[in-house]
């Protein structure tokens, strides 16, 4: 494989910051997380943040503190990465795939009305690709049925809507994945924004086991204390290695996304005038991070997606299929019995993640637009 499908961009400053958590001897949730944690809230504007192992974890303990439970319902795309909906069944309740738009891959609010029933209790919208979805039409959807907002932002670091940044919650809770294929990375991670003060303390329970007092309060107490344990919690740390990349990583940001958008403009000028390809058009209320590029084949192509997909693979470069569809998984075949969802269906079969990352270069980029445009004229 000459270019992948992302990179992430590390430099000796993860390594030192790395090195010195290791040395300071502690290693697992601590003082470092305390400070990702702080930092993290401030760059999103919001009250607080809380970090997780991943975002599927950040996600379940959300759904959690939001009182989903078994007999639930949560509205929420299935053109989505599988553990948004997983998310949802951990906690024992039932996800209610909605469509998305073709434009943005995002949940139509349009389609969130007809899908309500007495038991629906939330809804989950995904920032797809980290391109923010209609959050305040969603919301107030939301407010009008009293059902709690709990943002799948796990690739929407950075990105903004309406001038402001995914992150300070438009509903309840926010979540953040630091999985490599994100904007930044902890090799593992994720994080919680949220504005409500109680439900950061059932958070803060949940995520170490329901300790009452945790461990860095003990380790500086000059007396003893002896916790208890106030709920069935779980363990779903950072750890202080992961939070001392995060910060730097979090330094990285804004330089990083700036080289994602001047990619995805150069991409977007070399597929301008191809036929059969439709570039993504943020929706102009949206400044996306460009988590990833994703384009839309239209049924003029004279190859199929999977044929394109294996001549760039001839070539050395890697692409992926446009985001899944979770109700056609087998993971999901007995709860979706029937359902057709055929705009989700067609966005996602006809689409396709091209490679970007911050360090790529102008020749591996020309490399990439050659291939695909020879393979569609
Ligand atoms: C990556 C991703 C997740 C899962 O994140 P992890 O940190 O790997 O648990 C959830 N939802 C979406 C939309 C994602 O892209």
């Known amino acids: 494989m000459t270019i992948p499908i992302t990179k992430p961009l590390f430099g ?20 470092r997380v305390a400070e990702f944690e702080k930092a993290f809230a401030e760059y999103c504007g919001a009250k607080h943040a809380i970090a997780t192992a991943n975002c599927t974890t950040a996600l379940h303990l959300s759904l ?15 053109m989505s990465f599988i553990a948004s909906a997983n998310a949802i069944r951990h906690c024992g309740a039932t996800p209610v795939f909605a469509e998305v738009r073709e434009h943005d891959f995002n949940l139509d609010p349009d389609d969130i009305l007809p899908r309500i029933t007495e038991r629906t209790k939330a ?41 402001v940044k995914i992150g300070r919650p438009f509903g309840k809770f926010a979540c953040f994945s630091f999985h490599p294929r994100k904007v930044i990375t902890t090799g593992e991670g994720g994080m919680i ?5 109680d439900a950061e303390r059932l958070l803060r329970l949940l995520r170490q086991h329901g300790m009452s007092v945790p461990d860095t309060v003990r380790h500086r107490a000059r007396e003893v204390i002896i916790e208890s344990y106030v709920c069935v919690g779980y363990n779903y740390r950072m750890t202080d290695i992961q939070a001392a ?18 990619l995805a403009e150069r991409y977007n000028c070399a597929f301008a005038d191809l036929p059969g390809v439709c570039v993504p058009q943020p929706p102009e209320y949206v400044v996306p ?19 394109l997909m294996q001549r760039l693979l001839d070539q050395g470069i890697a692409s992926r299929r446009g985001v899944m569809t979770i109700h056609r998984e087998p993971a999901y075949a007995d709860l979706c019995v029937g359902l057709e969802l055929p705009v989700t269906e067609a966005a996602s079969d006809h689409s396709v993640i091209l490679p970007m990352y911050p360090q790529m270069t102008d020749e591996e980029q020309e490399q990439v637009v050659s291939v695909v445009r020879k393979a569609l004229t």
């Open 12 to 31: 000796p400053e993860e390594q030192q910051a790395a090195c010195e958590a290791i040395a300071s001897g502690w290693v697992t949730q601590g003082p």
């Open 123 to 163: 809804i989950l919208p995904v920032h797809q690709l980290g391109m923010p979805a209609e959050i305040d039409k969603i919301c107030r959807i939301a407010d009008k049925h009293g059902l709690i907002v709990v943002e799948d932002a796990a690739c929407a670091i950075g990105s903004s809507y309406r001038s």
């Open 245 to 262: 990349i995060g910060l730097e990583q979090l330094k990285r940001l804004d330089g990083m996304m700036a080289d994602r958008q001047r």
């Open 289 to 307: 991070n460009w988590q990833s590029y994703a384009v839309r084949l239209t049924d003029e192509m004279s190859v199929s997606r999977n044929e």
């Open 193 to 197: 924004t949220t504005d409500d003060d």
């Open 64 to 78: 959690l503190a939001a009182g989903i439970g078994p007999g639930d319902e949560v509205i929420c795309p299935s």
